[in-house]
């Protein structure tokens, strides 16, 4: 098609290019990616094959839907027509601000509306410009540090403490009539046999309940409460939150997995229970897990296409959001979404408390050496106005190491939409 179709414009929400065609002086033609790093993953390129929305809008983009009598008279003159242009979900404003606050960290951000599906910004860092694939290819394919790779759908990292999300769920459905009467005294330290786990910088959390535990991102009470959940049920509890499963989305996405099985040590128990372990998601699972709680428990199907329009603007075809599945209850929902509030107003993500949003989520942090446990990643998920959220997002800033933290990201990014 692409011999009689001008390839159609990728546009953000609001009527910005992301991508488009032009010609050279010599009359042929290229593709030009205006905002050059910042939408290279999501939006992608139409060179050496094809990637991110290039690929999966590849038919849309080279149909065209111009006026009849138009596309007639453009084939009798043996001209092409001008293709479709795709409307994404995508907005220039938010995706810059993630991208600027990743700074020069590799990492990832993923924003969405939980009660719609529509993904706003999709960051991947470390990038690179579309605008020079061909010339850049051999590069692109060997960099050491997987350039290509689309890290909020496919990279695959530890969870660190925000998959206490899911084993306070699973604690929860075992508990149900009790587990609002938890307690447990952190020493700073828990250990069982040979194992020995500190909390984050060896605080000493004192007498916690669940609320607290989940707030202060209390190791050595999730230890405790890893030591004896039933690993069957904690099994399906992830499986019925999509980890390991095929995840919904129009883009390449990863498959993250829990690796914990019954005959495991205790020492593998406590270690999942808090987000270390062997089990690994992406930033794009755990911000499904996040707007399924901040959306009573319903998990909206995620997309990034919002409409079809002719190079005219006139509508060809729209998405319309609808419910994927349910992950949990509304019982389960409201109640983690509660713990997340905490979070922000008095435990690890205070620094969102004040603003003229009010925010909820979970802090995280990944060892990903063997070595020093003083080399990690940093991770925040959360959602923006507790009473009806409108963002979610899922944050991963790798080799952190005490430095930016992926909760001072989500910030700017709730700063840049609200102020």
């Known amino acids: 098609m692409a011999d009689r179709v001008i390839r159609g414009k990728i546009l953000d929400r609001n009527g910005s290019v992301l991508a488009e065609t032009d010609h050279a002086e010599d009359g042929s033609e290229y593709r030009y990616y205006p905002y050059r790093d910042i939408f290279a993953h999501v939006v992608g390129y139409s060179v050496q094959g094809k990637s991110g929305l290039e690929s999966t809008a590849n038919f849309e983009l080279l149909t065209s839907n111009a006026f009849i009598l138009e596309k007639l008279r453009r084939e009798f003159q043996d001209q092409k027509n001008i293709g479709d242009n795709v409307v994404t979900t995508l907005d220039v404003d938010l995706q810059t601000t993630a991208y600027n606050a990743l700074g020069d960290n590799k990492g990832a951000v993923i924003v969405m509306e939980p009660s719609t599906g529509k ?20 590069w692109l394919n060997s960099d050491p540090d997987s350039i290509l790779l689309n890290r909020a759908s496919q990279g695959m990292y530890a969870p ?27 020493t700073g330290e828990i250990s069982y046999g040979d194992t020995t786990i500190p909390c984050a910088g060896h605080s000493v959390h004192g007498v916690e309940d669940l609320a607290g535990s989940f707030a202060n991102s209390c190791n050595a009470s999730f230890c405790n409460i890893g030591m004896n959940l039933n690993i069957v049920k904690y099994r399906n509890t992830a499986k019925d939150l999509l980890i390991g499963s095929k995840l919904p989305g129009d883009f390449a996405v990863g498959k993250s997995s829990f690796r914990l099985d019954p005959n495991d040590s205790i020492a593998d128990k ?37 409409s079809v329009t002719n190079y005219k603007g006139t509508i060809v075809s729209e998405t319309t959001p609808e419910e994927y599945t349910e992950l949990m209850t509304l019982a389960e929902a409201s109640q983690l979404k ?33 070595e020093s446990s003083d080399q990690t990643h940093s991770w925040f998920v959360g959602f923006t106005n507790i009473d009806n959220p409108e963002l979610v997002i899922s ?24 102020y």
């Open 119 to 138: 993904i706003l910004a999709m960051v991947s860092k470390p990038s690179y410009d579309p605008n020079s694939v061909i010339e850049n290819w051999d």
């Open 160 to 186: 660190g403490s925000t998959f206490k999300i899911v084993t306070t769920l699973e604690y929860m459905r075992e508990h149900p009539e009790d587990y609002g009467t938890y307690g447990y005294e952190c």
């Open 270 to 306: 406590m270690m999942t229970a808090m987000g270390q372990g062997e089990t690994q998601v992406s930033p794009y699972q755990m911000a499904l897990i996040t707007a399924a709680i901040a959306n009573g428990g319903y998990l909206m199907k995620p997309y990034l296409i919002d």
């Open 338 to 370: 509660a713990y997340m509030a905490e979070v922000v107003n008095y435990g690890t993500a205070s620094v969102l408390s004040g603003q003229a949003y009010s925010a909820a989520g979970k802090t995280g942090t990944a060892e990903y050496s063997m």
């Open 395 to 418: 944050v991963i800033v790798e080799e952190s190491n005490g430095g930016r933290r992926a909760v001072d990201v989500a910030k700017e990014v709730f700063d840049s939409y609200y």
